[in-house]
């Protein structure tokens, strides 16, 4: 029981250090002038190329993280009395 808890204080530590990291780190590209077309200004096109191109990593990163915590919520929601 002991070792868990420097061993979450390390994944917490970690966990910090990539947001600080990529909080800090990413060079945040603005929009320099308004998109070409003003009926749709949310861009999914873009976006999805984006995504599919420039950032799979991150992308990839992000669905591993987001399936971890729904198994995480699961298995939290499931309880002690219903194993």
């Known amino acids: 029981m002991q070792i868990n808890r420097p061993l ?3 994944v917490c530590l970690l ?3 990539v947001i600080v990291t990529g909080a800090f780190g990413t ?5 320099p ?11 999914i096109e873009g976006i999805g190329m984006l995504i599919f191109t420039q950032f799979v990593a991150p992308f990839e990163v992000l669905s591993i993280v987001l399936l971890a915590s729904l198994i995480g ?8 009395g219903n194993k």
């Open 27 to 31: 060079s945040w590209n603005t929009v």
């Open 73 to 80: 919520a699961i298995y939290m929601a499931k309880g002690e």
């Open 15 to 17: 966990f910090v250090a």
């Open 8 to 10: 979450a204080f390390l």
């Open 33 to 43: 002038e308004l998109p070409e077309n003003p009926a749709d200004q949310s861009n």
